[in-house]
């Protein structure tokens, strides 16, 4: 499975930015689908998901502001971002993950680098 991530870019705080993670196969019915994030000299954080039930989860730093959601027909997933702030910068990465047979299976987008500053 190939994820590739796109829509990153510079932006104002207060602006926003919708990135998109486009799959090469349609994995939705079976893999939960993610956005995370690295700040430099940070670890990775998952930043939200969406389930294959359309359940969806946030971190509390982005609630209200970011939106996860995907397009079946696409294969895509996106992530709005409203409010941005300097601290929402970051490399934000696409994320495909399931367990099978209690094993991990997960595969990453190249990522898209997020930079909010004036």
């Known amino acids: 499975v190939r994820l590739v991530e796109s829509g990153g870019g510079l932006v104002q705080p207060g602006g926003s930015l919708r990135l998109s993670c486009k799959a090469s196969?349609?994995?939705?019915?079976?893999?939960?689908m993610a956005w995370y994030r690295r700040a430099p000299g940070k670890e990775r954080e998952l930043v939200a998901n969406i389930t294959k039930d359309n359940s969806t989860n946030y971190i509390d730093p982005v609630k209200g502001r970011f939106t996860i959601s995907r397009d079946n027909t696409n294969i895509l997933v996106y992530l709005q971002m409203n409010s941005l702030k300097p601290e929402d910068t970051a490399a934000y990465y696409c994320?495909?993950?399931?367990?099978?047979?209690?094993?991990?299976?997960?595969?990453w987008g190249q990522g898209t680098q997020v930079t909010v500053s004036s």
């Open positions: 994320n495909a993950e399931r367990k099978l047979f209690g094993q991990r299976i997960a595969y």
């Open positions: 196969e349609n994995i939705f019915s079976r893999y939960t």
